[in-house]
């Protein structure tokens, strides 16, 4: 007995740890050899022969992994605890899951059963077991956060754009054996002086194209009567928790003709004015009656969990919202709440035909003259495009040492500010000028009205590519951070598959020459001899 006793005793501490130690557990990262495994050294499955080709192993040789593990490295403050999962793992995990749209179960049994994607996420050979658990992608999303998505944004743009440099560089302009040509060339150079107005002219150069868009958070279409009937909702519950963990008699919240009064309006199909201003009137009056009782709960000593605290004080500032547009018979209210599970969302009045009022995250983003975007803002909050050009031009300068040549931007970012601003710096703003319009056009004017026109559609393209393809259409995610990074995630995502497209052109191009000089060669110098002869 004694035993048996010690056996469950020992058993129950188990269980106790394992249920409330990990909240408190520290997270250590050990950092990978900095050799990573290459293709060669991929313990591939036996009697499958692995494609060097394949899109994710190409893909894997772009990503700089070495630079983003020292970020994500520094992320993890304490030096015991827990091993975390590699940087590799995490990126390539959520670089996965953005471009194939998996849910996270569905994401691990792909990684599971594909070796292609176990090679990408940096796994020494393939496996059949899971390298994680559907529960880790929450932490890896919390890691990848909106900061470390931009770092790593930058970097692969700058080595992108460094490689560029490198392979369109001519090489007769280097001079290893140091010759009176090159010694010449550089004396012509130096003995050429330029007016400050050529080189003014020639500081500028380049494209900056802005523009802002919504990314729309996974939530239910807010309504004034469902919303404030999901707040009683939970208000009731926790009632009923308090009521039930101290012994209390449950007071009278009437819920079953609460929710007989929403289901009235919820199931009408025609719903006039004076039926939805009644139904709000009643919820608004539920509301504030489990509202007294949960304040009366409060001041005999009762305590609200941490998670009932955070949610009483949305409900709250719900309810005044929602009771002020009611005396006042308006709809609009500053930090109007859409989401009591998300409160942070705000609704962004885009003015489109489909959906003139979108809810998600705000933010700008530019593109520079290689097609590559950065986000310029991103917020929650509505805001107005216009306050964010000059910060984008100065972002700009201080990546390329200069102001671009010109601006393509929409009506609402040429105000006179901005106008005057891109003035004084030499940049030309896309758009007609100030005051009455000119009849006439010069052919010149009408060629460069037109191309900005044409240029300044690659940014809705990059919006319609990230929308539809790498997620930015629809943002599941439940936390601000999370949201946050995900969007980040999302342009990063977009710009490397770019990259990985133009690298596949250039390949597929230098074989289609190769193939046309070798092979169709002998075919025209045949048919020229047989015409001469």
Request: hydrophobic residues 35%; charged residues 30%; proline residues 4%.
């Amino acid at each position: 007995i004694d035993a048996w006793i010690f056996d469950i005793s020992f058993i129950f501490s188990c269980s106790f740890c394992i249920k409330f130690y990990p909240r408190s557990i520290k997270i250590v990262y050990k950092a990978k050899d900095k050799s990573e495994y290459s293709f060669f050294d991929f313990n591939q499955p036996l009697g499958m022969h692995m494609n060097p080709e394949n899109r994710w192993i190409r893909l894997a040789e772009l990503i700089p992994w070495d630079e983003y593990e020292e970020k994500y490295a520094s992320r993890f403050k304490s030096d015991t605890g827990n091993v975390a999962k590699p940087c590799r793992m995490a990126l390539g995990a959520l670089i996965i899951q953005k471009r194939l749209g998996f849910s996270d179960r569905e994401l691990v049994e792909e990684i599971t059963e594909n070796p292609y994607l176990q090679y990408f996420i940096g796994l020494p050979g393939y496996q059949e077991t899971p390298p994680f658990d559907a529960s880790t992608l929450v932490a890896f999303r919390k890691r990848i956060d909106l900061d470390m998505s931009q770092f790593m944004n930058d970097i692969l743009l700058e080595e992108n754009k460094a490689k560029q440099d490198s392979e369109n560089k001519d090489p007769h302009d280097k001079n290893d054996n140091g010759s009176s040509e090159g010694s010449a060339a550089v004396g012509r150079k130096s003995d050429k002086t330029e007016s400050p107005e050529a080189a003014d002219k020639d500081v500028n150069s380049g494209t900056l194209i802005i523009d802002a868009t919504c990314a729309p958070s996974y939530i239910r279409y807010p309504q004034d009567f469902s919303l404030l009937n999901e707040a009683r909702e939970k208000l009731e519950d926790i009632i009923f928790r308090i009521c039930g963990d101290n012994g209390l008699y449950r007071p009278r919240t009437y819920c079953r003709e609460a929710r007989k009064n929403y289901l009235n309006l919820a199931k009408c199909k025609k719903r006039s004015k004076k039926k939805i201003r009644a139904t709000v009137r009643k919820q608004l009056g539920y509301v504030r009656r489990d509202l007294g009782y949960i304040d009366r709960y409060i001041s005999d000593g009762y305590a609200l969990l941490p998670k009932e605290e955070k949610l009483l004080d949305t409900i709250r500032k719900l309810y005044e919202q929602q009771k002020y547009m009611y005396d006042n018979k308006t709809h609009k209210v500053a930090d109007r709440i859409v989401s009591i599970a998300q409160p942070y969302i705000r609704p962004i009045v885009r003015g489109k035909t489909k959906s003139p009022v979108e809810f998600g995250i705000k933010f700008d983003l530019s593109i520079d003259e290689d097609h590559m975007g950065r986000i310029e803002k991103i917020t929650f909050d509505p805001y107005n495009e216009s306050e964010v050009l000059k910060r984008a031009v100065e972002s700009y300068k201080t990546r390329t040492g200069h102001y671009p040549e010109r601006v393509l931007a929409d009506q609402i970012y040429r105000t006179r500010e901005n106008r005057k601003f891109c003035k004084e710096n030499g940049i030309r703003l896309s758009g007609p000028k100030l005051g009455r319009p000119s009849k006439e056009l010069s052919a010149e004017e009408k060629h460069i009205e037109y191309k900005d026109n044409t240029d300044r559609i690659e940014v809705e393209r990059s919006f319609s590519l990230s929308k539809r393809c790498y997620g930015l259409g629809l943002i599941k995610t439940k936390l601000e951070e999370t949201s946050y990074g995900s969007v980040g995630l999302s342009i990063f995502v977009t710009n490397l598959f770019r990259i990985l497209g133009r690298a596949s052109d250039l390949f597929c191009a230098f074989f289609k020459v190769l193939f046309l000089t070798t092979y169709m060669r002998p075919l025209y110098i045949n048919a020229e001899i047989f015409s001469a002869v």
